[in-house]
């Protein structure tokens, strides 16, 4: 069967091709995102400076309070101090350290500078015994204004042992002298382990318990003592997990992430290569009528045809999964540079993700193969012989019924942004453009006929011959003219309908954020890991300063029923103090700001309606660092996109960040440059920028943009290898045109004719399935009936459907008619 499988093939050179594209591509995507997916299950970030550490004991980092995926805590939790000198006491144990991490940086006259993240980059002496071979220049740091640098740093600051530096930490600025210096680059700044534990504020707590063990069985007895206190123990490359928080956290978005193209991905893929297998199919009609002619059973030729498919794949697998590989590590450079992956956080590159592509690849092969020669292997041998030359002049009523059932669920999906303000209900803007485009694949070919018929009733007695023909071939043949424009027409809903979704929800919440921003300066001081203390009150009183409020950006899982089960996700929050309401406008519908005091939050409308919340009401939350709290609704805001779904009183959400400083400053002023100036001269160190100004752009919206490049690349080599495949097939009609005697130009004319029916019927019907979710998506998201986005998006769509359409009819059709007539017809 096999090698009858690659004979035939020899022959459907052109069909084949377009399979091997499609296969190859559909490979890539899938390893791609399988790499993705497992690195986010089982990468690791390097243990850094806990690398002498045997094992390192901490709190949970995830919580599992229900829901299908446990939500990673990017907030630090902490452990009691009192675990320290339990663990020291376990058989086995020949050291046990607290580890304390806290904003530190250097400040010098060029700016502050720090070798690890400012954020935790000061710790206490004692766990610098775990830098392993580091050297150590000078003495260990003993009083209260004694630091310990590392040799990066030391070099960056200018500073040798006995220098004196400006240093903040914990927010604090002071004058220390340095002690000593450590080779170790990714050392830090130490301080005495009781300095650290005092700017650290953690109240007889610590961040970590790292150990060193002499005998291999010390891991299993801490694990038995410290179980009944819910502490995990990392060992080996789960010590990295442990040592940042933020980097696991950032590692479970990979899956989530990968989840999230997998939809999409799937779904694009498996329409070109069933696409490109249709092709291949129907351009073998004649042989598989021939072979059931000559007594091949049903099964027989459908193994054939899965045969010729699966040995295609077969060769496109290897290159597919290789550049799968490339794919992933691009993408990784990607999520680093926009700041969503720590750079430290490396790909798991494994076979797995190949053998998945594999796996996934052929069996959506090998069903898409069999489902196209279906109808042909079924067919008796008389009528598929005769049949073989043309294809079937009915198209199927039950499919196109299938078809409209479609559209009119893609209708209902898309009227989601009305219903929810937020990134899950624009999410049904795009998904609804994809829907309607597979139930104008299976409708299509009814509808063609259709308005195939009522055009050709329509042609005046003087239309030019090439172009009745056209006409007259795409009523006649439906199938195949129907399968051009659903392609053209996928790429113009898959490009419209996610750029234009990315895009109207980026204006949407740039939107929000400035209306709801009336102060007109942000301060921040990134060096620093956070703002210093007493920044607020030190720029409040800075003259022309009309208001400043501190916001801190967090984390808080909101548990809910959802279908009678508890469901929980990780959402965005802000923290911030009653003061809040002179810096910003969130569009409060009931209650007020004024009010966030305590045990407070305010919420969006969207998440009220939805949780059924009102003012006065109760909720229960989990902050970022794992602590459950019950705050009271005092406001229901409406500017949720820009601002999140939760707003949280400053006094709720202290001590439960890692820094415990807050991020930003939102200050009012009277406008002018003078005071701009004062407040960025408070203190060193600080950032001034307009808020309203510059909004950034978020990290999901890079990420979209990228996969809708790659993705839109695939389409459009997909859809012009399916559409030169299927023009090429028809040498033998083409060849029966100039034997009756048309001309090469008459031939070319009707080509052409055809092309341009196909390239308008696939632009109109597109730009229709795509501009329905996208009026109702601007509606709910911008308050208009046309959505956002750069204006030359839609004539570039436009130009490149109709280019394509030209081209890949075009060059085939000058191909087959090199070739004599008489020769094609014998040929065939």
Known sequence: MLHLALRMARHRVAALIAVFCATLGGAAFVTGIAVLAESGLRSHAPAGRLGGADLVVAAPQTLDAGGDLAVELPERARIPASVVAQVARVPGVTAAVGDVSFPAAVVTPAGPVASADPRTAGHGWASATLLGDARITGTAPAGPLDVAL???????????????????????????????????????????DATAARLAGRDGAVDLVAVRAADPGAAGRIRELVRPQHLTVATGAARGDVVAPEVRSARATLPVLAGSMAGVTMLVAGFIVAGALSVSVAAQRRDLALLRAVGATPRQVRRLAVAQAVAVTSLALAPGIALGYLLAGQFRGLLVHIGLLPSVLPLTISPLPGLAAVVLLLAAVVVAAWCAAWRASRMPAAEAVAESRVEPRHPSRG????????????????????????????????????????????????????????????????????????????????????????????????????????????????????????????????????LPAGTAAA?????????????????????????????????????????????????????????????????????????????????????????????????????????????????????????????????????????????????????????????????????????????????????????????AQRRTELAALQWIGATPGQVRAMMRAEAGLVGVAALVTGIVLAAVPLALLSIGFLHRPWPAGPLWLAPGVLIVVAALAFLTVEIPTRRALRIAPARALTRE
């Open 150 to 192: 590392d040799s990066s740093l030391a070099t960056a600051a200018g500073a040798a042992p006995g220098d004196r530096v400006t240093l903040v930490a914990a927010g604090r600025q002071g004058t220390y002298r340095v002690t000593a210096v450590l080779s170790r680059a990714y050392g830090g700044i130490y301080l005495s």
């Open 399 to 530: 499919r196109a019924f299938a078809g409209l059932l479609l559209m009119a669920a893609a209708a209902v999906l898309a009227v989601s942004p009305l219903v929810s303000r937020t990134e899950i209900g624009a999410a049904g803007t795009a998904m609804s453009g994809i829907l309607a485009t597979i139930g104008l694949a299976l409708a299509g070919p009814l509808l063609v006929q259709r308005a195939a018929g009522w055009l050709r009733s329509r042609l005046r007695p003087d239309v030019p011959a090439p172009a009745w023909l056209a006409v007259a071939n795409s009523h006649g043949y439906a199938l195949r003219t129907a399968g051009a424009v659903t392609t053209l027409a996928m790429a113009v809903v898959f490009t419209l309908t996610y750029g234009l979704t990315q895009t109207t929800v980026l204006r949407a919440t740039a939107g929000d954020l400035r209306a709801g921003t009336t102060a007109d300066v942000e301060v921040s001081a990134p060096g620093l890991g956070g």
């Open 539 to 727: 720029v409040a009183a800075v003259p022309g300063v009309r208001a400043a409020a501190p916001v801190t950006p967090t984390t808080v899982v909101w548990p809910y029923r959802f279908a009678g089960e508890l469901q929980t996700e990780a959402a965005p929050a802000l923290a911030v103090p009653a003061e809040a309401a002179g810096v910003l406008d969130l569009g409060v519908t009931s209650g007020s700001l004024a009010d966030l005091r305590g045990a407070t939050v305010a919420v969006d409308a969207t998440a009220a309606r939805s949780r059924k919340v009102t003012v006065g009401s109760t909720v229960s939350l989990i902050l970022g660092d794992g602590a459950e709290v019950t705050a009271r609704v005092v406001a229901v805001h409406s500017r949720g996109l820009g601002f999140g779904p939760l707003v949280l009183s400053h006094d709720l959400v202290a001590g439960h960040t890692t820094t415990g400083l807050d991020e930003r400053l939102l200050v009012s002023t009277d406008g002018s440059a003078a005071t701009r100036e004062r407040v960025a001269a408070v203190l060193p160190g600080l950032t001034v920028r307009d808020p309203r100004a510059d909004v950034p752009v978020p990290a999901q919206l890079w990420i979209n943009v990228a996969v809708l490049g790659v993705l839109l690349g695939y389409l459009l080599l997909g859809i012009a290898n399916k559409l030169v495949a299927a023009t």
